[in-house]
């Protein structure tokens, strides 16, 4: 057999063989400790962190889903979109109406005199500044022109300080020069546009449009809007006016001639009914899927199972367990209560969400109006959804930050005992050096000791010989 590495000069004895197996001792079932806790702390905490990035989406498409008109199935339509185009919310009714537009509403617009030297024209050639006032709707707001501002740097500063106030300038440029046009972005009578001021801008400037108010007629009932975005005429529905309805005879030249109506529609679209609870199905089974991910038993090839990281976590089960209950309770004012009257069932392993997409078409024919009760509103499948998982999801209080939380402090506590753990065996590994270093020059001296003794012995013992 090989003889050991020999460390100890005076002993002949491995002594940093030695120093390294008792500080090994010391440490390696600290280490093992330290290191089982880091990996369950460090996948833990990323178990948790997916979790909860799938909750905030859960959560998320719940506010987006809450917002549109997925679970109404209404959809909204005009007969002619060169005229008026119309949207759908959810809170819609299904009915047709009949839409004239007799004018649009319109914007005030001012134009200055034109100025030759185009857009680079001197507007004050005065040696101080001036002002120029413009006044809408009963409200003045001053522009300081300073000397030697130019027509370009006039309509700048407009847009710069006023652009908010509703006001809008721009140059119109021809072969005669640059005009300044001042337009308002509010429409509707009361909101015109008028100069004044020693700026000298105000003198010759004329009316390129007076503003006006939109007028239209809803089944014959007369209506007037100031903008051509008409909301709350009917519940539910925004209409877009795009231009007047055309006259019912051709160049008809009548004070008020009689136009031809536009059809705004508001029906029960089926498909866009699946499509939104297709949506909220898939937007749950993401986060199902997230959490089985993160929960379930593996059974191996040999029989054995492998648990996940929050297998049997308290935590997940009461999260899931909250989610669960709201879906299966009764909810809605129609005739059908339960999506799984509509064909959506839960798997008994997954949880996962699934629909029959034949029992859907066959309840939905006659119940597809039940489907918005049991989603929208304060008590709806949406609303209760959100409030079940609020506890959780909250940023910094919720349950699955406080739990992130706890396990980054769990994580910087062991950090520090691996730094506490590395600095004592450090002064362990001095001290039995030391120690054994100590143990080695004596072992050395006392064999010098001996060696000396010996020689004296055997040189007493030796006969001296006489030549």
């Known amino acids: 057999m090989a003889g050991p ?16 197996a008792l500080v090994d001792a010391e440490k390696v079932p600290k280490q093992s400790q330290i290191n089982t806790a880091s990996a369950k702390a460090t996948t833990q905490l990323s178990s948790i962190g997916k979790i909860q990035a799938a909750l905030d989406a859960f959560r998320g498409a719940l506010d987006t889903m809450s917002k549109d008109s997925s679970f109404t199935g209404l959809t909204g339509s005009s007969s002619d979109e060169k005229v008026a185009t119309m949207k759908a919310s959810n809170t819609a009714s299904n009915g047709s109406f009949r839409l004239v537009i007799d004018q649009l509403a319109q914007a005030s617009k001012l134009s200055t005199t ?23 709707s009963d409200k003045s707001y001053d522009l300081s022109i300073p ?17 908010t106030a509703g006001l809008s300038a721009n140059i119109l440029t021809d072969s005669n020069g640059s005009r300044l046009i001042l337009t308002s972005t509010k429409m509707g009578t009361g909101s015109d546009i008028t100069l004044s001021g020693n700026s000298g801008l105000d003198v010759g400037a004329t009316v390129v449009d007076e503003p006006k108010d939109a007028k239209y007629s809803i089944d014959g009932i007369p209506a007037v809007s100031k903008s051509n975005t008409i909301t709350g005429a009917l519940s539910g529905v925004d209409i877009t006016l795009v ?30 009914l699946k499509s939104g609870v297709k949506g909220f199905l898939d937007t749950y089974n993401a986060l199902m899927t997230a959490i089985n991910a993160e929960t379930k038993v593996t059974k191996n090839a040999d029989g054995s199972t492998t648990p996940a990281t929050l297998t049997g976590d308290s935590t997940m089960r009461s999260l899931q367990s909250a989610i669960r209950n709201e879906f299966n309770m009764l909810s809605g004012t129609g005739q059908l209560k339960s999506l799984a009257q509509f ?16 029992k859907w078409d066959a309840a939905v024919k006659t119940n597809a109006a039940d489907i918005n009760s049991m989603f929208t509103g ?46 004592r065996m450090t002064l362990l590994t001095s001290s039995l050096s030391a120690k054994y270093n100590a143990m080695d020059t004596l072992v050395a001296q006392l064999r010098q000791q001996s060696t000396s003794v010996m020689t004296t012995l055997n040189a007493l013992n030796n006969p001296k010989t006489n030549n």
């Open 5 to 20: 590495t020999i460390s100890g000069i005076g002993s002949n004895i491995d002594t940093q063989k030695i120093v390294t």
């Open 114 to 136: 034109t100025f030759k030297n185009g857009t680079s024209s001197v507007v004050n050639a005065t040696g101080a500044a001036t002002k120029l006032t413009i006044t809408q």
């Open 147 to 163: 000397a030697g501002a130019t027509l370009q740097q006039v309509r700048d500063s407009i847009n710069t300080q006023f652009s």
């Open 243 to 272: 231009t007047v309805s055309p006259t019912k005879t051709a160049n008809d030249p009548a004070e008020n001639p009689e136009r031809t109506a536009t059809l705004i529609t508001v029906s029960t679209n089926n498909t866009a």
């Open 343 to 358: 064909g959506m069932t839960t798997s008994s392993t997954t949880g996962l969400l699934t629909l029959d997409d034949k």
């Open 378 to 423: 304060p008590t709806g499948m949406l609303a209760r959804m959100k409030n079940a998982t609020e506890d959780y999801a909250k940023a910094t209080t919720g349950v699955l930050a406080t739990r992130s939380s706890s396990l980054s402090d769990s994580l910087r506590d062991i950090g520090k005992q691996q730094a506490a753990l590395e600095e």
